[in-house]
């Protein structure tokens, strides 16, 4: 009988969690209609650079026949793996969503399952705060209905999507190993975590670790110690930074090198800092379009300008945080989830924020990061809890009259506001002429729907008050308003007409690059282009074509090419040299059609192995740029290293060097030297190369490049892009997975076991 009972429970457990991945399915089917089906794609610059890019990989493999450790496609050079760019092979989950390959299904429902995931995330969570069915649901469409998390799809933010989908699974797990300590708990949080750093959005996994903090702060605050929690825990955050070690490991090394790591370990301040929030932009939370709807209709404050999206929180999110702050509403997991949400508010006002600076310059591995924004996403998300919190409060109360006034009252404030707002304060916000009938039309359209909205609902809670409504009918109703709400918004972000572009129309697009692609296919390689102008919105189009281009996009690209960045345009003989050390042959540009000019007699590059008379070392890179800032500057005479200038010949007319074999990962130099002579490689320095066949110590020269004192006589020098690091920390990953998995399952069927 015991079974037949529990069987039952399961079975309702199911039933509902059907209702609830089909409701989920359903609202997000319709949402992308127009690119599930293949017609629409997003093609954003930022959904094109890595799409670009992992072009230019597919067609290195299948040219070399190995995966390229390193990428020449972009910035002369950087490394794939360290750079957390084509990662997907270390994100366990994609065996399985590699599935969906097999069914020809379009690439977006890699980002959709995700974000149905992270909606399921939330409806799990609640049940497990007791919050009842249709509660929960309805905290799980509120999420998935964000604003931010749909416009990370939209603008090729997949990786922070993808990301996010794990913070309530994370915090679920948190709460389930704080109420029970045992291995099936620690096994399970471990997995949730690996997964979710694995998928290599490594500020998203920042702040859910940030979130664990807080936690364990407010139970050292509120409760007694428990040891073995904390012991637990413990392991499971270890655990899981194991399991992801594949990626973190190689990006920790390659943060030193990047611009992340320009001052004091992370990214300089002020760079780190654009895209901060403001209490200004909060007024978006209740009004979406208020400074625009991003792009060339934003008008606000944040910098650089705001071009993607409005923050939005939903009506009824913040008519339930009122009420419940109004009601003094007192809960543990409650008030935990309302720190949770005002210091992540905090935190997304970065530079407006007074304490962000204290925190950048302080915290572990803060200072890493930037766009203070993205803390919107915790701060979204733990707000939707307090305002489900707040919602299931009043609901189990709802027979209390003064009650339901309380939120009668809520709405009506919020109303009048609204209507005053639609014919008095409008007029008076002070907008650019350009731009003042777009918004103000963009204002009155969210005001309508928002008075309609709130009228409605008034309606409908003053009916109960003398009219007996089943708190399943008022939930429901809520749900439909809240969809129609949320779903407005976002097929706004969707439907934005400057991303969402017909299929045939990027086919389209790709046909020159094609074309370009068969124009230098037999141009001698290996040599490097510059792209004199953009084609389109497509970044890094360049490395679609295999070509090797010195410019680019990547966020956290190499800090020893960027340092010149600023003086390219203001000191040209900076970027004359600069291109003559990277070995530009080529001028590409778009003019409705392809030119290519050659740059070798304007510019006379240096080969790609050249020989260095005279190395000098210098301190600051200001002696460098100032020495690069000749026109009488040669590196083949005289370079420049920060590092000790090692002993070696001047070349004569009888020294030779030459590349034997270039790939990607391996350059074979063939030499034949009276004496040791000093050999500059125009290839990007980076610290993972290493020459193999002999002890040959490779040192960066001209704050960019490769160079070595080769040994005289006859050699063979082999140098190759060591990613052992990559090879042990991958093996690490899966053995740590496999124990976790172990705990699960092992703790699981010893449960089942003893039940039965």
């Known amino acids: 009988m015991n079974l037949i009972k529990n069987f039952k429970i399961n079975k309702n457990k199911i039933i509902k969690l059907s209702i609830v991945v089909a409701t989920l399915f359903l609202i997000t089917s319709f949402l992308y209609q127009k690119f599930i089906n293949g017609t629409y794609i997003f093609a954003s610059g930022d959904y094109f650079a890595p799409k670009m890019v992992s072009e230019s990989i597919k067609n290195l493999k299948n040219i070399y026949g190995e995966y390229p450790y390193w990428l020449p496609s972009i910035f002369g050079g950087m490394p794939t793996i360290h750079s957390l760019q084509n990662i997907s092979n270390y994100y366990m989950p994609n065996f399985f969503l590699n599935i969906l390959k097999l069914f020809s299904t379009p690439e977006i429902w890699t980002q959709l399952i995700h974000l149905i995931f992270a909606g399921l995330g939330v409806y799990v969570l609640l049940r497990f705060l007791k919050v009842d069915f249709l509660i929960s649901l309805f905290g799980s469409i509120l999420f998935l209905l964000t604003p931010y998390m749909n416009v990370c799809i939209v603008h090729g933010h997949g990786s922070q999507i993808m990301t996010a989908a794990y913070i309530p699974w994370i915090c679920l797990a948190m709460l389930k190993l704080w109420n029970q300590q045992n291995l099936q708990n620690l096994g399970l949080l471990a997995i949730l975590i690996g997964f979710q750093l694995q998928r290599g959005h490594i500020q998203i996994a920042y702040y859910t670790w940030l979130m664990i903090a807080i936690f364990i702060l407010y139970k050292i605050i509120t409760s007694k110690l428990v040891p073995k929690f904390y012991y637990y825990l413990i392991g499971s955050l270890l655990s899981g930074f194991l399991m992801s070690i594949s990626i973190i490991w190689p990006s920790y090394l390659y943060s030193e090198h990047s611009i992340r790591g320009a001052v004091k370990g992370g990214a300089a301040l002020d760079y780190a800092t654009n895209w901060s929030f403001s209490a200004y932009e909060m007024i978006t939370f209740i009004i979406p379009s208020f400074y625009g709807f991003g792009g060339k209709t934003y008008w606000g404050t944040i910098q650089p300008a705001m071009t993607d999206f409005p923050n939005y929180l939903g009506i009824f999110t913040v008519v339930f945080v009122i009420y419940g702050f109004i009601k003094r509403f007192k809960n543990n997991i409650y008030i935990y989830f309302l720190l949770l949400s005002i210091f992540f508010l905090l935190l997304s006002f970065g530079k407006n924020f007074f304490l962000f600076e204290t925190l950048f310059n302080y915290m572990p591995f803060f200072n890493k990061f930037r766009v203070p924004m993205m803390a919107l996403m915790m701060f979204q998300f733990s707000i939707i809890i307090v305002s489900v919190l707040g919602f299931q409060s009043f609901i189990k109360t709802i027979n209390n009259k003064i009650n339901s006034k309380y939120l009668i009252g809520i709405l009506s404030v919020l109303l009048i506001f609204f209507i005053i707002f639609k014919f008095l304060i409008i007029d008076l916000i002070n907008i650019r002429e350009e731009l003042l009938v777009a918004i103000k039309n963009m204002i009155h359209a969210d005001l309508n729907k928002l008075i309609i909205i709130l009228s409605t609902t008034i309606i409908i809670t003053v009916y109960s008050l003398y009219n007996t409504i ?286 039965y």
Not at 552 to 577: Q, S, V, W
Not at 579 to 594: D, E, H, T, Y
Not at 668 to 686: A, C, P
Request: proline share 4%; charged share 20%; hydrophobic share 40%.
């Open 470 to 755: 089943k708190n399943k009918t008022y939930i429901i109703l809520f749900i439909i308003l809240a969809v129609i709400d949320m779903y407005a918004i976002n097929q706004q972000i969707i439907d934005n007409p400057a991303i969402a572009t017909k299929q045939s129309i990027i086919q389209e697009m790709i046909l020159p690059l094609d074309d370009l692609k068969k124009m230098t296919k037999d141009i001698k390689k290996p040599y490097r282009i510059i792209s004199l102008t953009g084609y389109g919105q497509i970044r890094n189009w360049a490395a679609y074509a295999n070509l090797e281009d010195i410019t680019g996009y990547h966020p956290a690209k190499l800090k020893n090419y960027a340092k010149f960045e600023p003086y390219l345009n203001t000191y040209p003989n900076i970027a004359r040299n600069l291109f003559r050390l990277l070995n530009v042959k080529k001028m590409i540009n778009w003019n409705g059609n392809w030119e290519i000019i050659s740059a070798e007699e304007n510019l006379r590059p240096v080969n790609r192995v050249f020989f260095v008379d005279n190395l000098i070392k210098y301190n600051k890179d200001e002696e460098l740029l100032l020495a690069m800032n000749s026109d009488q500057f040669n590196p083949t005479q005289l370079s420049y290293t920060k590092s000790d200038v090692p002993k070696f010949k001047k070349s004569n007319l009888n020294s030779k060097a030459v590349i034997k074999k270039w790939s990607p990962n391996k350059i074979i130099i063939e030499t034949d030297l009276e004496n040791d002579n000093f050999i500059g490689l125009s290839e990007v320095y980076y610290p993972n190369w290493q020459i193999t066949n002999h002890n040959i110590e490779i040192i960066e020269i001209n704050g960019l490049l490769r160079g070595f004192v080769a040994p005289k006589g006859k050699n063979t020098i082999i140098m190759q892009f060591n990613h052992n690091d990559i090879k042990y920390s991958s093996l690490i990953s899966i053995i740590v997975f496999f124990i976790m998995l172990s705990f699960c399952l092992s703790t699981y069927l010893l449960t089942t076991k003893n039940n």
